[in-house]
Nanobody, 125 residues
Framework: QVQLVESGGGLAQAGGSLRLSCAAS????????MGWFRQSPGKEREFVAG????????KYGDSVKGRFTISRDNAKSTVYLQMSSLKPEDTAVYYC??????????????????WGQGTQVTVSS
């Protein structure tokens, strides 16, 4: 069983930045492919970013390309999402996700095994 705990959400102004963190426990972190998703009221959950087990392969959702950066620190068992040039439409609950069956270089945009509880990000105009 993998436990995921997100932190770093909050209120930001449009054009500003926030950094989310997700700490994982329960399994060797380097064996997990990781991802970030978001969901706002009335909308489906949206893929934001994914990163392979080693961190060498990364994928972003179209709406955040060029503004968000995903990274991971396997020594700290933590994945990060650096969000810049924030827009009001980035307002959502952000979820961290982990997959324990991915191959070394896989970057997943869905099908994750474990999910965090979510952290709220609100961007004001």
């Amino acid at each position: 069983q993998v436990q995921l705990v997100e932190s770093g959400g909050g209120l930001a102004q449009a054009g500003g930045s926030l950094r989310l963190s997700c700490a994982a426990s329960g399994r060797t972190f380097s064996s997990l492919a990781m991802g970030w998703f978001r969901q706002s009221p009335g909308k489906e959950r949206e893929f934001v970013a994914g990163i392979s087990r080693s961190g060498g392969y990364i994928k972003y959702g179209d709406s955040v390309k060029g503004r968000f950066t995903i990274s991971r620190d396997n020594a700290k068992s933590t994945v990060y999402l650096q969000m810049s040039s924030l827009k009001p439409e980035d307002t959502a609950v952000y979820y961290c996700a982990a997959d324990q069956n991915a191959y070394k270089n896989d970057v997943l945009s869905g099908g994750y095994d474990y999910w965090g509880q979510g952290t709220q990000v609100t961007v004001s105009s």
